[in-house]
């Protein structure tokens, strides 16, 4: 019996797979529209229908961006599904189409096949030098906007004076002109010279400053509330969660009668210690008064007495500690949330932190990253690192395994200060050397 059941078991495994099999062009050919639909989606609500240009004046730089990441993940999974559409009909036959027809897999008509592949082709075709230049490999993940000091305007600014300068060719992507992607034989202090010189000569530089000005505050604002919404939303989270939700529902099944007063070792041996100091207090305190000596059954009512306060104040941390597990799931849950409904504020929130960072002097580079590698990855940072672990142990209510702290505080800034000096090197090298000059002169 059980041998028969297993093979049927199998059989159906088996069939389910060769149907996915079966079903492979038709199943390609749909999440390859989809894409279509999706990319087709984005130019009729937000372009008037037409193609996703970077060069768009109708939206700004970090909505653009959000719209490029987009594009490509669309364009990448039609093209993926179209080659994988090929190649099944490739090896499809018209036994494999007799096969698909007992087993009841009705493939669409051909009118409707070519239908959708026409209409894929007429929305992919668009952006065929896009999707060239995308699946190249990037110097950089990022812009870096070289700003001009006394101004401080950024590249929403000269790109109204781009159809004044001579030779210029204006089918480039304006998101090539990067400062880490390029190296000119004029040094850039000239170029930039030069840039703001144009700039100052140019008749519209008042409104081009002002409109500036006002996307950059407009930028600032959104960064800033973003921050506060990151730190607020998961705290009133927990919170709310921990008195509404958690809190009743931990109360309800942790009656008094059945309780644990204690969930671990560390929590008793500190509930000890209060209770033999509480005893050497009351003996302390008649040895200096020359009160008359305590009988043993009022020391031992005054030590039931403290030993019922010391029991009920760790029975309420060790719900605390309980809560906190729960609450924390809850307020994890709201901060990925909103990291998931907040796209559009994360782009603008990487342009603003961008323009803060790579804005700041070299001076002020190395002072930050040496105070940032002193805190986390310095010498005196497991002492740190074993204050945090231990608050977090206790906070969830578990006992402080000394193995795994030594062990994290062993691995993790060892890894975190590899990714920093990565980071110095791939990056902060080529934006501003005299900056990573400065932070070895200062570290020395």
Same mark, same amino acid.
């Given at each position: 019996?059980?041998?028969?059941?297993?093979?049927?078991?199998?059989?159906?495994?088996?069939?389910?797979?060769?149907?996915?099999?079966?079903?492979?062009?038709?199943?390609?050919?749909?999440?390859?529209?989809?894409?279509?639909?999706?990319?087709?989606?984005?130019?009729?609500?937000?372009?008037?229908?037409?193609?996703?240009?970077?060069?768009?004046?109708?939206?700004?730089?970090?909505?653009?961006?959000?719209?490029?990441?987009?594009?490509?993940?669309?364009?990448?999974?039609?093209?993926?599904?179209?080659?994988?559409?090929?190649?099944?009909?490739?090896?499809?036959?018209?036994?494999?189409?007799?096969?698909?027809?007992?087993?009841?897999?009705?493939?669409?008509?051909?009118?409707?096949?070519?239908?959708?592949?026409?209409?894929?082709?007429?929305?992919?075709?668009?952006?065929?030098?896009?999707?060239?230049?995308?699946?190249?490999?990037?110097?950089?993940?990022?812009?870096?906007?070289?700003?001009?000091?006394?101004?401080?305007?950024?590249?929403?600014?000269?790109?109204?004076?781009?159809?004044?300068?001579?030779?210029?060719?204006?089918?480039?992507?304006?998101?090539?002109?990067?400062?880490?992607?390029?190296?000119?034989?004029?040094?850039?202090?000239?170029?930039?010279?030069?840039?703001?010189?144009?700039?100052?000569?140019?008749?519209?530089?008042?409104?081009?400053?002002?409109?500036?000005?006002?996307?950059?505050?407009?930028?600032?604002?959104?960064?800033?509330?973003?921050?506060?919404?990151?730190?607020?939303?998961?705290?009133?989270?927990?919170?709310?969660?921990?008195?509404?939700?958690?809190?009743?529902?931990?109360?309800?099944?942790?009656?008094?009668?059945?309780?644990?007063?204690?969930?671990?070792?560390?929590? %008793?041996? !500190?509930?000890?210690? +209060?209770?033999?100091?509480? #005893?050497?207090?009351?003996? *302390?305190?008649?040895?200096?008064? /020359? &009160?008359?000596?305590?009988?043993?059954? %009022?020391? !031992?009512?005054?030590? +039931?007495?403290?030993?019922? #306060?010391?029991?009920?104040? *760790?029975?309420?941390?060790?719900? /605390? &500690?309980?809560?906190?597990?729960?609450?924390?799931?809850?307020?994890?849950?709201?901060?990925?949330?909103?990291?998931?409904?907040?796209?559009?504020?994360?782009?603008?929130?990487?342009?603003?932190?961008?323009?803060?960072?790579?804005?700041?002097?070299?001076?002020?580079?190395?002072?930050?990253?040496?105070?940032?590698?002193?805190?986390?990855?310095?010498?005196?940072?497991?002492?740190?690192?074993?204050?945090?672990?231990?608050?977090?142990?206790?906070?969830?209510?578990?006992?402080?395994?000394?193995?795994?702290?030594?062990?994290?505080?062993?691995?993790?800034?060892?890894?975190?200060?590899?990714?920093?000096?990565?980071?110095?090197?791939?990056?902060?090298?080529?934006?501003?050397?005299?900056?990573?000059?400065?932070?070895?002169?200062?570290?020395?």
């Amino acid at each position: 019996m059980k041998n028969s059941v297993f093979s049927q078991k199998i059989y159906s495994f088996l069939l389910s797979a060769y149907r996915w099999y079966l079903q492979t062009p038709e199943r390609s050919l749909e999440q390859a529209y989809q894409a279509a639909l999706q990319i087709k989606a984005i130019e009729d609500e937000h372009f008037n229908g037409q193609k996703i240009d970077y060069k768009s004046t109708i939206h700004s730089n970090s909505v653009m961006d959000y719209f490029e990441s987009d594009l490509k993940k669309q364009l990448k999974i039609a093209q993926m599904r179209l080659t994988e559409f090929k190649a099944s009909r490739w090896f499809s036959n018209e036994s494999h189409q007799k096969a698909a027809h007992k087993a009841g897999i009705e493939y669409p008509s051909t009118s409707l096949i070519l239908e959708k592949l026409r209409f894929i082709d007429e929305v992919i075709s668009k952006y065929t030098n896009f999707a060239i230049e995308t699946t190249s490999p990037p110097i950089v993940d990022k812009p870096i906007v070289d700003r001009p000091q006394i101004l401080q305007v950024d590249r929403a600014v000269t790109q109204p004076l781009q159809p004044k300068l001579a030779n210029q060719n204006r089918e480039l992507n304006p998101k090539k002109f990067r400062k880490v992607d390029t190296t000119g034989i004029l040094p850039r202090s000239i170029l930039n010279t030069i840039t703001r010189l144009q700039i100052e000569l140019d008749p519209n530089s008042e409104e081009d400053v002002v409109k500036n000005f006002r996307q950059a505050q407009k930028r600032t604002i959104i960064s800033i509330r973003f921050i506060l919404l990151l730190i607020i939303v998961p705290l009133l989270t927990h919170q709310i969660a921990k008195t509404l939700v958690v809190g009743p529902i931990v109360q309800h099944f942790r009656s008094p009668e059945t309780e644990e007063v204690f969930l671990n070792e560390e929590m %008793e041996e !500190e509930a000890l210690r +209060k209770l033999q100091r509480f #005893e050497e207090e009351i003996k *302390f305190q008649s040895f200096i008064t /020359n &009160a008359s000596p305590l009988y043993p059954e %009022e020391l !031992e009512n005054k030590l +039931k007495e403290k030993a019922s #306060e010391i029991a009920e104040e *760790f029975r309420v941390e060790s719900a /605390n &500690a309980i809560k906190n597990v729960f609450a924390d799931i809850f307020a994890v849950a709201a901060f990925i949330w909103l990291l998931v409904v907040s796209k559009s504020s994360i782009m603008v929130f990487k342009d603003f932190i961008d323009h803060v960072v790579y804005g700041l002097s070299d001076s002020a580079k190395a002072f930050i990253i040496i105070l940032f590698t002193d805190v986390f990855v310095g010498f005196h940072s497991p002492h740190g690192w074993e204050v945090i672990l231990e608050g977090i142990s206790r906070h969830w209510g578990l006992p402080a395994n000394r193995d795994f702290i030594f062990l994290f505080i062993a691995t993790f800034p060892v890894i975190l200060d590899t990714i920093f000096k990565y980071w110095i090197f791939r990056y902060l090298n080529r934006i501003s050397p005299s900056a990573v000059a400065t932070y070895r002169n200062m570290n020395e």
